[in-house]
């Protein structure tokens, strides 16, 4: 049996704990005024950047190990930063106080996100995790606003991950990939597609993430709606279903893991609607590049780099973009070998710039990423844009076909047979009519009779149109 501590060491020793209870509310007492006073007196901008150091000054005190995970590495988007957003909106936890709340348009669910200086403790193996939402202001330049000159700042988000030092491993090996699986899952399974627009006013000397805005992408074009050929159609398909499955291919080569497809052919053969299809069918969001907006090579860079992995590029009309016209062209007509006085120098940097991206040293940065180019006049495009290696598939958007005529008047008017479907389809073969021509007319009536009559009556119109502007050129 154990002796019982004479009173004069029990007095002892609850002073000693008394001593200890009161160090310890002594530190905690301190450290909430020290969190008052931050949020009283240090402006906003500045909290998260105090704060960070007195949690930092803490750590070194202590036997805790803190990672921090910032938003960018350079150029380019950390994953492990994204994945933890994504992850620890599942994750609050009661010590958790503020979270931020969102709701898209068009979206039912709503979406849920810490908000900053925000804590939520996690657990695996036994192991207690704290992660903290942070955030600092850094300056990004100066700027000059009617005369007067200021420091521009922009705002630089990370997350710390606090525990015990002596499980780093474990979090390294096990803990950190398994966030960044589970945030894959999350995210496939409530993604909702997106449409970027190039943020030019914010482009230059601001964060990455605020080179591209966004809109919900709600395109209900699909491979079975397309007005396409069918062997074209599964061509595309086949050829998109082949490369998501590559990865380890195109390391293996060492080519960069994306695909270029140029969708050529007249206005309203359906270019916009395959990009949409490619993208609904893939569960890939758009980039939509205005390359009109640029002014520098740097500019492009930051704005592709920005560019999220599983994802499709477009860049819409190329041939009305000056700085991708056919210089070789330009040059036989000016009669030199160089390029001719006058030609502006940033557009041929932006052509190099852009070319570099498309299969130079930039193209490595991402992965799973298909670029598309769309043109109605493929013969006006600089040749270095079509070689092998940059445009990897060409694929010809034509007039509508009967195939063509068939799908559409099952999806606008319900019916797959009529008794004028074969005066249409034979006029078709010979019109040279647009599948966006015959979706308007189709489009004219809610009544299959009525709506087939004026498409017989378009045609015919249609074709004596064109034979007339024929001989009118024959006279010319």
């Given at each position: ?96 106080r503020r979270i931020r709340v969102t709701k898209p348009r068009k979206e039912t669910h709503f979406t849920l996100a810490i908000d900053r200086n925000q804590a939520v403790v996690d657990t695996f193996r036994g192991v207690e995790l704290k992660w903290v939402f942070a955030s600092r202001q850094v300056d990004s330049g100066h700027r000059v606003h009617q005369g007067r000159s200021s420091t521009a700042q922009h705002e630089v988000q990370y997350f ?317």
């Amino acid at each position: 049996m154990a002796a019982t501590p004479s009173p004069p060491d029990f007095k002892n020793a609850v002073a000693a704990a008394r001593a200890v209870m009161s160090a310890a509310a002594s530190v905690t007492a301190a450290v909430v005024v020290v969190q008052s006073a931050v949020h009283t007196i240090v402006p906003r901008r500045f909290r998260g950047f105090l704060l960070s150091r007195i949690r930092g000054f803490l750590g070194r005190v202590s036997d805790e190990m803190t990672m921090v995970i910032k938003e960018y590495d350079g150029f380019v988007q950390n994953e492990l930063f994204e994945a933890a957003q994504v992850f620890l909106a599942a994750k609050q936890s009661p010590s958790t106080r503020r979270i931020r709340v969102t709701k898209p348009r068009k979206e039912t669910h709503f979406t849920l996100a810490i908000d900053r200086n925000q804590a939520v403790v996690d657990t695996f193996r036994g192991v207690e995790l704290k992660w903290v939402f942070a955030s600092r202001q850094v300056d990004s330049g100066h700027r000059v606003h009617q005369g007067r000159s200021s420091t521009a700042q922009h705002e630089v988000q990370y997350f710390e991950l606090t525990f015990c030092k002596k499980h780093k491993e474990m979090v390294l090996e096990s803990y950190l990939p398994l966030v960044i699986g589970e945030a894959k899952s999350i995210k496939q399974g409530k993604k909702t597609l997106k449409l970027h627009t190039p943020s030019f006013g914010r482009v230059y000397g601001g964060p990455l993430s605020d080179a591209w805005a966004s809109v919900n992408l709600d395109h209900p074009a699909t491979f079975e709606t397309l007005a396409m050929d069918l062997e074209l159609k599964k061509t595309i398909v086949d050829d998109l279903e082949r490369f998501v499955r590559r990865k380890e291919y195109y390391r293996r080569v060492g080519k960069a893991w994306k695909r270029g497809y140029l969708l050529y052919g007249p206005p309203g053969t359906g270019k916009s609607s395959l990009v949409a299809a490619m993208a609904n069918y893939l569960n890939f969001d758009i980039y939509d590049l205005e390359l009109s907006g640029l002014r520098s090579d740097s500019e492009l860079r930051r704005l592709l780099v920005a560019t999220g992995n599983q994802s499709i590029l477009v860049v819409e009309d190329i041939d009305c973009t000056i700085m991708l016209q056919d210089r070789t062209s330009q040059i036989r007509a000016a009669g030199v070998n160089t390029m001719p006085i006058g030609y502006p120098q940033e557009d041929r940097g932006t052509l190099s710039g852009f070319l570099n991206f498309t299969d130079g040293l930039w193209s490595s940065c991402g992965d799973e990423r298909i670029i598309v180019f769309t043109t109605n006049h493929k013969e006006k495009l600089d040749p270095a844009l079509l070689r092998p290696g940059r445009m990897d598939v060409h694929i010809h958007m034509s007039y509508c076909t009967p195939c063509g005529f068939r799908l559409l008047a099952s999806n606008y008017l319900r019916i797959d047979s009529h008794e004028l479907f074969d005066q249409i389809e034979s006029s078709i073969t010979t019109a040279r009519v647009t599948p966006a021509e015959v979706a308007e007319q189709l489009m004219k009536s809610d009544e299959p009779e009525v709506a087939l009559r004026d498409m017989v009556s378009f045609l015919v119109n249609h074709k004596r149109k064109e034979n007339e502007e024929v001989v009118e050129e024959e006279v010319c």
